[in-house]
């Protein structure tokens, strides 16, 4: 059963560019969370997803983030024009139940903008 | 002031030493996660708790929500457990219960 799968592992982008980011959840899972981690600063909630669903996207840029779960795919957080502030790491999780259970992880993204 | 605030944020031991890493939180909470990761690394889960204690081969976490107060202990630790551990609370608010709020992370180094 393999767990959260995310690609690309590291991403570089110049500035002005585009970024892609995949989220494949664990088998059985229909709750995807992602979130960032900033260098020297503690993971913070992005964006909240159900299958073809957005439940809370508080902790998202109201800027060039965009994210989404499609029916059949995985999810995909999308950064447009992108700046150095957004070199990050960027996890994803999944969950099956919302509440009960624990989120799993993926080995996250790390994107570097140059 | 973060929500979650864990100490030390560095903490370096020798093997087989006995590691005890705090977090303290200041909202109510439905359940607190210990996480592991590892330079470079992904993410692991090592436990989910929302009352007393529970174990996992050398490792312990513990939890007093009236103190709102975690604890995760590593015994006779080992040159492997080097990795950021985080503590990570899960919202009360019935709306929201599925947000996590995380600490900034303890980075754990252990010398053989």
């Known amino acids: 059963n393999a767990g959260v799968m995310q690609n690309p592992r590291h991403l570089v982008r110049r500035r002005g560019q585009e970024a892609r980011l995949r989220c494949s959840p664990m088998k059985g899972h229909s709750h995807v969370y992602w979130y960032r981690q900033l260098p020297e600063e503690g993971l913070k909630f992005m964006v909240y997803l159900q299958k073809e669903n957005i439940i809370d996207e508080s902790g998202m840029p109201k800027e060039r983030f965009s994210a989404e779960f499609p029916k059949e795919g995985p999810s995909i957080l999308r950064i447009q024009q992108v700046v150095r502030g957004d070199s990050a790491a960027y996890f994803c999780?999944?969950?099956?139940?919302?509440?009960?259970?624990?989120?799993?992880f993926g080995d996250g993204t790390r994107l570097s903008i140059l | 002031k973060n929500e979650v605030e864990q100490s030390p944020q560095n903490l370096t031991a020798q093997e087989g030493e006995f590691i005890t890493i705090n977090c303290s939180y200041s909202?109510?909470?439905?359940?607190l996660h210990w996480l592991q990761q590892h330079p470079g690394g992904g993410i692991v889960s090592l436990f989910m708790?929302?009352?007393g204690k529970k174990k996992h081969g050398r490792l312990i976490a513990t939890i007093n929500i009236q103190e709102k107060h975690s604890s995760l202990h590593i015994t006779a630790s080992h040159p492997r457990d080097s990795a950021v551990y985080i503590c990570a609370v899960r919202s009360d608010s019935g709306g929201s219960n599925y947000k996590l709020t995380f600490g900034k992370g303890t980075l754990l180094t252990v010398n053989p």
């Open positions: 708790l929302s009352s």
């Open positions: 909202v109510g909470i439905s359940a």
């Open positions: 999780a999944s969950s099956p139940i919302r509440v009960e259970q624990p989120q799993h």
